[in-house]
């Protein structure tokens, strides 16, 4: 059930661009997106919902496509401070609203200058 | 404003001990959880509360954990003869709730049973 994040790890230098791929093999309702740095709390960056939206703020945005149950994260012009590890999180259809979330093991990004 | 807040950061126990983890859910939010993160690991779900009510258990590891929210607000995870395998950061997250909501993740506690 836990969603598969790939890849495992990528190093970019700053102005660089990456993508952080998500898969299921459930069929979803939603994804969300968190940053976790070193020692700190994961933080929000992005919900969506099934529906095969796209979202975005600055230079992050993301996409979900429902029906391959896989999400997609997309970093541009990466910057020193996008560094850290990513997580996808998935809610199954099943449980449609439950704010239960699976995590997959995250994907590391190294931002070098 | 103040984010979730977790206590005690950091935690050693021997293997045997009973410990108490505490969190402070940001103000007003309805939705409180607690999940369990492995070195190099996604956090794990363990249950989740909606105000006082614990509407979902089922991702605690054994009957030796027990989590409260009493009046909907502080939540306490409670871990009886901590073993190895307990070892882990601990974190709580809370949310606006009830659903598609952003969770507000505190800095965890680390637990360390030796």
């Known amino acids: 059930q836990q969603p598969v994040q790939s890849p495992q790890a990528v190093i970019l230098r700053e102005g660089e661009d990456a993508v952080i791929n998500c898969s299921s093999s459930?069929?979803?309702?939603?994804v969300h997106w968190y940053r976790q740095k070193h020692g700190e709390a994961p933080v929000f960056l992005m919900i969506?919902?099934?529906?095969?939206e796209q979202k975005g703020h600055d230079k992050i945005s993301a996409s979900f496509n429902e029906k391959k149950q896989q999400s997609s994260l997309y970093l541009t012009a990466s910057q020193l401070s996008y560094s850290g590890t990513y997580f996808c999180?998935?809610?199954?259809?099943?449980?449609?609203?439950?704010?239960?979330?699976?995590f997959g093991k995250g994907m590391k990004l190294t931002v070098n200058p | 404003g103040a984010g979730v807040s977790q206590s005690p950061r950091y935690k050693v126990a021997k293997r045997g001990q009973d410990v108490a983890l505490r969190c402070d859910p940001i103000?007003?939010?309805?939705?409180l959880f607690w999940y369990q993160q492995a070195l190099g690991q996604g956090p794990e779900f363990l249950t989740y509360?909606?105000?006082?009510?614990?509407?979902?258990k089922s991702g605690l590891p054994s009957d030796r954990f027990f989590a409260e929210r009493p009046e909907g607000s502080v939540s306490t995870l409670k871990i009886q003869r901590t073993q190895q395998e307990d070892s882990a950061v601990y974190l709580c997250?809370?949310?606006?709730?009830?659903?598609?909501?952003?969770?507000?993740f505190g800095n965890g506690t680390r637990l360390t049973v030796t």
């Open positions: 997250a809370s949310s606006t709730g009830p659903y598609n909501s952003p969770l507000h």
């Open positions: 459930k069929a979803l309702y939603s």
């Open positions: 969506l919902l099934k529906g095969g």
């Open positions: 999180g998935t809610e199954p259809s099943t449980q449609g609203g439950s704010e239960k979330l699976v």
């Open positions: 103000s007003g939010h309805v939705s």
């Open positions: 509360f909606q105000n006082e009510a614990q509407l979902d």
